[in-house]
C-alpha cells in the first residue's frame, strides 16, 4: 500500500512558498514534479568486445536524456551537474536521440544532453599501487556529432567527429555519487566529416556506441599494434609488435612490457618513464608454422601484452585477436590474399534500423552478420568505420572488411583548404590506430565519390592520403570509391591508390548526360575502365536497385525489376576475370534524407529501399537470387602451391 502524502499547510509567504515547494518536492508520488527517480551505481567490470586494455568498465546500466532543442543548456548551466532530475528522462546507452523522428529538423541536427551518476568500482587497482598513482580514463565509443563533457560541474574535454573512439583523463573523481555530462551536438557543416546538413544517411545524433572506464595505475597501455609478416604462404611469420605506454603519473614510473602472440613470446625489455611522457615499445617473434586467416578458415590468434612495475608486478594490460595473412596488389591489377587470387562478393550496409536509429545493439549487429553469412558474401563495405563488435565477428566469421573513412562527396572548395586536410587525414589517421589489429580489414578506403573527373585539389588529397596510409600501415593496399561514366578519361589523379571501387549504376542512375541509362553499356564500359587502370586492383563498390512493390520486371521499383538487374549485373561482372569483387548495395533498407526518391517512380521517402532486407527485416525476392549466385561463385581462389608471395 501506498503511504499517505504528509499535509501540507498553506502558507501564502514567499519563504512559506519555497518551503512549501521544497516539502513538495519530497512527497511520494510527486515524480513529475522532482523528475524520475534515479539511482547512482557503479559501472560493470568488462567489455562488449575482445580487443583493447585489461582493466575496462562498461558504463551502461541506466543513464539520462534531456532535449536542448534551443541550445540553452549551456547557458543555463546544465553542466554543473545539478542532482535534481527534473526534465530529465531514463534512457539506455547507445542512444540515438532523434530515433523514429525523419523530419527535416531531425536530419538538421539538434542538441541533446546526456547524465550519468556513477559511483567508482572498488577493487580496480592494486593495493601496492599508491593514491597518486592510479588514474581513471573514459573512453566514448562513437559520438555524432560534437561533444563536451563534465564531470562534477568541470569540464574535461571536447571532441568533434563520429565513427571513431575517443578518449580522456577522468580528472576530478570524488568519493561517492559522481556526475557525467555529455552535451551532443549532431548539427554539420558542409566542411565536417561527413559532411551536412544533408548526407547520404540520416543524421541520427547522441551516444551512438558503448562509454567504457579504464582503470589505470603508473602508466597506461594506450595502444599496442600487432601486426603479422608473411614473406610466403609457406614461411615462418613474423610478428612485430609496436606499443605506447604513457605515464600518467607526474612521477618517473619504471615498468616492463612483455606479451605472447599464441606460443610465442615477445619481450619489449624496460624503461623508465618521465612523467607524463609516452614510451614506444617494439618487439619482434617468429612464428614458424602459422595457421593463415582467411576467409574460408579464419584462424586467430590471442595476443596479449602484460605491463608491470619494477617489482615485477602487472599493472596493466592489452588483448587482440589477431590473424596472419598477407594482402597484395600483383603486378597484373589483381588483389591476393595469402597468394589466392581474390574475386569477392560483398554488401554495403548502414548501421541503422528502424528501431534503434543508429544505436545498434549486440543483437542488431549479429543480425547485419547473419544476413552477409546467408548471402555467402565474404565482404563488407560501410561509408565509415563499423562498430567495434562487429569488426569482431567479421574477424571470428572470415569476413573482409573493406574499411572507409567518412570523407563522401565533398566539393573542392574543402578539399583546397588545409585545415579541412588536416583534419580528414587526422580521421584516416585514427581509423588505422583504431582497427588495424583486425585481420578482416582488406585496405584502407580513403574518401568516397569525390568530384568526376579529379582536379588539383583532389588529387592533392589523394596523394597525400595515400603516403599517410602506407606510411601507418604499409601492409594493406590504400583504395577509393568514385563515380565514373563513359566519356571520362583515364586520370592520373588516381596513380598512388592501390584499389579503385567503381560505384556501378548503369540502367538505374543517370550519370554523365545519360551515358549509364543503358545497363547494356556496363560491360563495355568496364573494359574500357580496365585499360585506363591496368595495374590497379579494380572492384565494383556498389550496385543496386529500388524495389517496394511486386510488379512487370520492366517496371522500375518493382521486385522483379530489382531481381532481374542483380543478376544481369553479376553475370556480367562474372565475365571480367580482373575483377577483384563487386559488393551490393544495400544489405538492408535505411533512412537517407527527406525527399530521397532514388530513381523509383513510387518512393518511400526518406527511405533508401534498395535493401535485400526491407526495415522489418524481411528478405526481398532478390535476397535469394544474390545468395545463389554468391554462394556458386569462387571468392578465394585455390592456392596454387609454386606460387609464393
Known sequence: MLARPPRVLLDVSLPGVLLGLALLLTIPGTASAQGPGYAPSPPTKGALY???????????????????????????GWWRGAAATVGWSPVSVPNAYNTGDFSSTSMTGSVGWYRRDF??????????????????????????????????????GSHAGAYLPFEFDLNGLRPGVNRLLVRVDDRRGLGDLPPGPGGGWWNFGGLLQEVYLRAVQRA??????????????????????????????????????????????????????APHATWTAQARARLSHPRLWSPDDPALYRATSTLSDSNGRPIGGYVSLSGIRSIEVTSGGRLELNGRLLNLRGVNLHEQNINHGAALDQADDRNLIGWVRSLGATLIRAHYPLNPEIEEMADRDGILLWSEVPVYQVGNAYLNQPGWKARAYALLQTNITTNENHPSVLLWSIANELPTPPGAAEGAYIAGAAALARRLDPTRPVAMAISDWPGVSCQSAYAPLDVIGFNDYFGWFDAGGGSTDDRDALGPFLDSFRACYPTKALM??????????????????TYE????????????????????????????????????????????PPFVQKGLVDLSGNPRPAFSVVSAIYHSTIQVAPAHPSRSL
Not at 565494383?540 to 521499383?557: D, M
Request: with cysteine; proline share 5%; glycine share 12%.
Open 50 to 76: 575482445t580487443d583493447g586494455q585489461t582493466g575496462r568498465y562498461l558504463l551502461g546500466g541506466t543513464w539520462l536524456y534531456r532535449a536542448d532543442p534551443g541550445d540553452a543548456g549551456v547557458a543555463q
Open 119 to 156: 559511483t567508482v568500482p572498488t577493487g580496480a587497482f592494486s593495493p601496492s599501487v599508491p593514491n597518486r598513482f592510479r588514474k581513471w580514463i573514459i573512453r566514448f565509443d562513437s559520438v555524432n556529432y560534437a561533444a563536451t563533457i563534465w564531470l562534477n560541474g568541470h569540464r574535461i
Open 220 to 273: 597506461d597501455l594506450t595502444q599496442v599494434v600487432v601486426r603479422p609478416l608473411l614473406a610466403c604462404r609457406t614461411c615462418a611469420a613474423t610478428i612485430q609488435e609496436t606499443a605506447l605506454v604513457r605515464n600518467v603519473t607526474g612521477q618517473r614510473q619504471a615498468v616492463r612490457l612483455t606479451a605472447r602472440f599464441g606460443a610465442a613470446r615477445l619481450d619489449f625489455g624496460s624503461a623508465t618513464i
Open 540 to 557: 565494383v563498390t556498389e550496385f543496386g536497385f529500388e524495389a517496394n512493390r511486386h510488379g512487370p520486371v520492366e517496371e522500375r521499383g
Open 561 to 604: 525489376f530489382q531481381s532481374n538487374s542483380v543478376a544481369y549485373h553479376l553475370g556480367v561482372f562474372a565475365t571480367k576475370s580482373w575483377l577483384s569483387g563487386a559488393i551490393y548495395f544495400a544489405l538492408q533498407d535505411f533512412a537517407a534524407r527527406p525527399g530521397w526518391g532514388g530513381g523509383d517512380p513510387w518512393p518511400d
